[in-house]
């Protein structure tokens, strides 16, 4: 058997004899150790670019499915949601941009696949939106358009129009649309001389948009809109 073996294997011309060797070498390591898909490399090399920084080990949640901590991030948050000021918010804000940096070298459709790996990244997106949003906007209404930026500076703006290219493209424009709507529930509106007057200015502040159920609102949704973050022209800062 053997030698009618070898007889045969001398029949087969040496380059064709060469060529089924090597598909064969390959098959044998792709089913040993398949080839991870352009989406897995770009992935990996951006959760160990974040280590360190915002990504900790998974943990599961209650249904079995593992989740992404960004623990710095949460703290960074937290503080500048407390304070709203340069100061409080730096860290923050920098921690952002630099999430923003590493997703730049990320194509499009590994950032969705990586969105619905890890369903705390597109809150981290989602948070880091509104929450610049707020910061600009202050304890009050700004006076007009020229006034929506607050004390945020260029690099923020970059910043805040990436997370949300990065927000729509994980999601869809109508959830983005939703978001802001939320936001602008949320925006502070002036104290009224009469809380004023009576010392009644630690309740609970009162929000600037107009609605049926907030009818004391002093701005309407496009008066909002133009003194908000969300006017920005994007196209500028990208």
Same mark, same amino acid.
């Given at each position: 058997?053997?030698?009618?073996?070898?007889?045969?294997?001398?029949?087969?011309?040496?380059?064709?004899?060469?060529? #089924?060797?090597?598909? @064969?070498?390959?098959?044998?390591? +792709?089913? %040993? &150790?398949?080839?991870?898909?352009?989406?897995?490399? *770009? $992935?990996?090399?951006?959760?160990?670019?974040?280590?360190?920084?915002?990504?900790?080990?998974?943990?599961?949640?209650?249904?079995?499915?593992?989740?992404?901590?960004?623990?710095?991030?949460?703290?960074?948050?937290?503080?500048?949601?407390?304070?709203?000021?340069?100061?409080?918010?730096?860290?923050?804000?920098? #921690?952002?941009?630099? @999430?923003?940096?590493?997703?730049? +070298?990320? %194509? &499009?459709?590994?950032?969705?696949?990586?969105?619905? *790996? $890890?369903?705390?990244?597109?809150?981290?997106?989602?948070?880091?939106?509104?929450?610049?949003?707020?910061?600009?906007?202050?304890?009050?209404?700004?006076?007009?358009?020229?006034?929506?930026?607050?004390?945020?500076?260029?690099?923020?703006?970059?910043?805040?129009?990436?997370?949300?290219?990065?927000?729509?493209?994980?999601?869809?424009?109508?959830?983005?649309?939703?978001?802001?709507?939320?936001?602008?529930?949320?925006?502070?509106?002036?104290?009224?001389?009469?809380?004023?007057?009576?010392?009644?200015?630690?309740?609970?502040?009162?929000?600037?948009?107009?609605?049926?159920?907030?009818?004391?609102?002093?701005?309407?949704?496009?008066?909002?809109?133009?003194?908000?973050?969300?006017?920005?022209?994007?196209?500028?800062?990208?």
């Amino acid at each position: 058997m053997a030698a009618d073996l070898n007889q045969v294997i001398q029949k087969i011309p040496k380059p064709l004899l060469v060529l #089924g060797v090597i598909i @064969l070498s390959i098959g044998f390591f +792709v089913y %040993n &150790d398949p080839l991870r898909d352009e989406c897995e490399v *770009q $992935n990996t090399l951006f959760e160990k670019k974040m280590l360190g920084l915002t990504i900790t080990e998974q943990k599961k949640n209650y249904q079995g499915r593992k989740l992404k901590h960004f623990p710095q991030l949460e703290y960074w948050k937290n503080r500048c949601k407390e304070g709203n000021s340069i100061g409080s918010c730096n860290d923050y804000f920098t #921690g952002l941009r630099t @999430l923003i940096q590493e997703l730049r +070298v990320v %194509n &499009d459709k590994c950032q969705i696949k990586f969105s619905q *790996q $890890n369903e705390g990244f597109s809150f981290i997106i989602s948070e880091g939106l509104q929450i610049m949003a707020l910061v600009a906007w202050g304890d009050k209404p700004p006076g007009g358009p020229g006034e929506r930026l607050g004390w945020l500076t260029t690099t923020h703006l970059q910043t805040f129009c990436y997370l949300k290219r990065t927000f729509i493209l994980i999601s869809d424009e109508q959830t983005y649309e939703a978001l802001k709507a939320k936001v602008y529930r949320e925006y502070p509106d002036n104290w009224p001389e009469s809380a004023i007057a009576e010392d009644r200015v630690d309740e609970k502040r009162p929000r600037a948009f107009k609605t049926l159920t907030n009818p004391n609102g002093s701005l309407k949704a496009d008066e909002i809109y133009s003194r908000s973050l969300f006017s920005v022209r994007c196209d500028l800062y990208m």
